[in-house]
T-cell receptor, first 117, second 111 residues
């Protein structure tokens, strides 16, 4: 158990709908990362939040957005869903101190499997 | 090229054998490398890491080797067990602090 929790575990919805995925980081971790994993794309970085602020952006669609709340949990919002959005969505957390020489290892949650019908 | 799922590179070994999983990375400026294990239906699990100022690091039954000259990383698993069956990802990280993940290798351990 990594200490990172994600809900829900499974989500089935229809095209055009909007869903929210939730992540709670490990105790003490200030940073949250969102990843999408699909069969043909591997593990793709979407976005990072650090202590409530967006820190880095990856291959995140405009239909997707995220935020990190004062208690450090994060939500990933996916809207106008398409069939191609079906994937596993992982959250990871790290201390993210960016101190020179730090490893800042990311620890992953169990994921949310999204199926868009 | 490689892809996740049915088209992943696969390594099949017998229980008790040693396994070597290889990874080529692309960024010569990467300073930190991580190996993750992902079992079916679970999230990636941290196994071992290595900084670029090292060429070898050992953990419990696992060893990571780094060859910066040819930008190659390997994960050695000693006395492989059925519970080691999973997809193994290498990740490299540079100045952006966001790791880039490889496609993964599927390890199948036969009892």
């Amino acid at each position: 158990d990594s200490g990172v929790t994600q809900t829900p575990k499974h989500l089935i919805t229809a095209t055009g709908q909007r869903v929210t995925l939730r992540c709670s980081p490990r105790s003490g971790d200030l940073s949250v990362y969102w990843y999408q994993q699909s069969l043909d794309q591997g593990l793709q970085f979407l976005i990072q939040y650090y202590n409530g602020e967006e820190r880095a952006k990856g291959n995140i669609l405009e239909r997707f957005s995220a935020q990190q709340f004062p208690d450090l949990h994060s939500e990933l919002n996916l809207s106008s869903l398409e069939l191609g959005d079906s994937a596993l969505y992982f959250c990871a957390s790290s201390v993210a101190t960016r101190i020179a020489g730090s490893t800042d290892t990311q620890y992953f949650g169990p994921g949310t499997r999204l199926t868009v019908l | 090229g490689e892809s996740v799922g049915l088209h992943l590179p696969t390594l099949s070994v017998q229980e008790g054998d040693n396994s070597i999983i290889n990874c080529a990375y692309s960024n010569s400026a990467s300073d930190y490398f991580i190996w993750y294990k992902q079992e079916s239906g679970k999230g990636p699990q941290f196994i071992i890491d290595i900084r670029s100022n090292m060429d070898k690091r050992q953990g419990q039954r696992v060893t990571v080797l780094l060859n910066k000259t040819v930008k190659h990383l390997s994960l050695q698993i000693a006395a492989t067990q059925p519970g080691d069956s999973a997809v193994y990802f290498c990740a490299e990280r540079g100045g952006s602090y966001i790791p880039t993940f490889g496609r993964g290798t599927s390890l199948i351990v036969h009892p």
